[in-house]
């Protein structure tokens, strides 16, 4: 079992950065798979970024150039930096994890789920 924490959100305004962490337990996840995804008010969880064991990288047309996903493993966390941010990213992020000891950076699926972090852009 990977229980995952997320954490780093807030209230900010269009144009500012945030950068979210994910603190995982139970098991080093030097060895998974993780991801960010993100669900905005009335509409479905979309993926926004992937990184594997490895720590190649795969990223939602929607954010690239303006997000990046990194990992530290001796940490166990997982951090999404985000600049540039506008009202569209108004959403709640999940960190998410999955095991998988080799293979490209994916968007589906995970097994494990954090409780989600808030992040609201004013404009």
């Known amino acids: 079992q990977v229980q995952l924490v997320e954490s780093g959100g807030g209230l900010v305004q269009a144009g500012a950065s945030l950068r979210l962490s994910c603190v995982a337990s139970?098991?080093?996840?030097?060895?998974?798979?993780m991801a960010w995804f993100r669900q905005a008010p009335g509409k479905e969880r979309e993926f926004v970024a992937a990184?594997?064991?490895?720590?190649?990288?795969n990223y939602a047309v929607s954010v690239k150039g303006r997000f990046t996903i990194s990992r530290d493993n001796g940490r166990n966390t997982v951090y999404l930096q985000m600049i540039s941010l506008t009202p569209e990213d108004t959403a709640v992020y999940y960190c998410?994890?999955?095991?998988?000891?080799?293979?490209?950076?994916?968007?589906?699926?995970?097994?494990?789920w954090g409780q989600g972090t808030q992040v609201t852009v004013s404009s």
């Open positions: 998410a994890a999955d095991y998988q000891p080799l293979g490209p950076p994916k968007s589906s699926p995970y097994d494990y």
């Open positions: 139970g098991r080093t996840i030097s060895n998974y798979a």
């Open positions: 990184i594997n064991w490895s720590s190649d990288t």
